[in-house]
């Protein structure tokens, strides 16, 4: 018997399965049907416990573990498993997929990362929902109390820094992808996934992967545009990768970044950030994109269904003069996107990449591209 202890006390039992060991973190949930091995590999988890609303996990196995031409995982979104555990209703040991290697049970193992099966995912998630996120732990051992267990916020640790690369590596995109006049960008990697780096290298970008704290200044390459990618945790403790964005605006570098990077644009021009009650995570999170049609309003043009990680959001009223909302969550109203006026500098808080996903934003890759075109 394995059991989820939240921090209000709450016990959720179940059988183990993955690793037969303890861990903590903050528990969040995510509404995606498939998507779990990108899901576990996606370093905007790390150091939290992740709980599938869907009912069945496992069932189409995970794939292989090789890396692709360029170095970097073919099939997942980075090289590890991130998350500190996994809580869903039915784990399956049997599997069936043309692409499957293991079964997400021995996989799990390999990586030492802990499960827990058999509990109940929407009482749990209904909790989550009306509480908010919180801390908790699973154990092993059914006789822990919650007095006797220390619960490490993992958002105080700077996330960012744990899952960022460490050196500088350059991609060339592969002779087939290469493009006349082609584009190089500069890319802060705060936790990204690999999805990001396919879109920017089959378009014929030469992609110059940075750390999350890398000088801007001390770049001797040429590029073309900055991007500020996807992590883990608070914001506001990537304080070298705000003020860095900031020197690229000032610069009038075309920018881009996605989910934490949207949110470190936002800080980075003078705005506000905070927590989300619940977060954003799922393969279905429809965003409306706001058109603007004069300088006193604006119009809802369409609705693309998006795929979201992202526990914090950009506050709208903090927005500094030349700055927009650019898209919005149709559920919460909360901000999924800005730009500038110029057009040169925007953000959103999903992931064109998907993986997984949809793929209705994917187009965005394309504007950006087009902008650095148009300022050389």
């Known amino acids: 018997m394995t059991s989820l202890i939240l921090q209000d006390g709450t016990v959720f039992e179940g059988e183990s399965f993955g690793a ?39 069932n189409y196995g995970v794939p292989s573990e090789e890396k692709n031409e360029y170095g970097f995982s073919r099939n997942f979104e980075s090289e590890h498993i991130h998350v500190r555990g996994v809580v869903v209703a039915q784990e399956s040991r049997f599997f069936s997929h043309h692409n499957a290697v293991s079964s997400l049970h021995n996989w799990m193992v390999k990586h030492d990362i802990p499960g827990i099966t058999g509990v109940d995912t929407r009482a749990l ?38 899952v960022s690369c460490k050196e500088v590596t350059i991609y060339e995109p592969r ?17 990204m996934k690999r999805g990001i780096l396919r879109n920017f290298l089959k378009r014929g970008i030469t992609v110059i992967r940075v750390p999350w704290d890398f000088n801007l200044e001390s770049c001797k390459d040429r590029f073309d545009g900055v991007f500020i990618s996807n992590g883990p945790g608070d914001p506001k403790i990537c304080i070298a990768t705000i003020e860095n964005i900031r020197r690229a605006l000032e610069k009038g ?17 003078g705005g506000e950030t905070y ?64 730009r500038h006026q110029s057009g040169k500098f925007f953000a959103v808080q999903f992931h064109p990449e998907a993986s997984p996903g949809p793929e209705d934003a994917n187009y965005l890759f394309d504007e950006f591209l087009a902008v650095m075109r148009r300022e050389k």
């Open 275 to 338: 927590k989300l009650k619940y977060g954003h995570r799922g393969a279905n999170q429809p965003c409306i994109e706001r058109v603007m049609v004069s300088s006193t309003n604006h119009d809802m043009s369409h609705c693309i269904i998006t795929s979201q990680n992202h526990g914090f959001a950009v506050d709208e009223k903090k927005l500094p003069l030349g700055w927009s909302v650019w898209f919005t969550n149709a559920n919460d109203g909360t901000v999924e996107g800005i």
């Open 20 to 58: 037969p060991r303890d861990s903590d973190g903050e528990v969040v949930f995510t509404t995606g049907m498939v998507g779990y091995p990108e899901s576990l590999t996606d370093p905007s988890y790390r150091g939290q416990i992740l709980v599938f609303t869907y009912p069945l996990i496992g």
């Open 175 to 191: 002779k087939e992808d290469q493009v006349i006049n082609p584009r190089t960008v500069l890319a802060y990697d705060c936790g």
């Open 253 to 269: 570098i075309p920018t881009f970044g996605i989910c934490l990077g949207c949110q470190l644009m936002a800080l980075a021009i």
């Open 125 to 162: 998630t209904k909790k989550l929902r009306e509480h908010g996120v919180m801390l908790g732990c699973l154990r092993q051992n059914v006789e822990c109390r919650m007095q006797n267990v220390e619960l490490e916020d993992p958002n105080k640790r700077n996330l960012v820094a744990e």
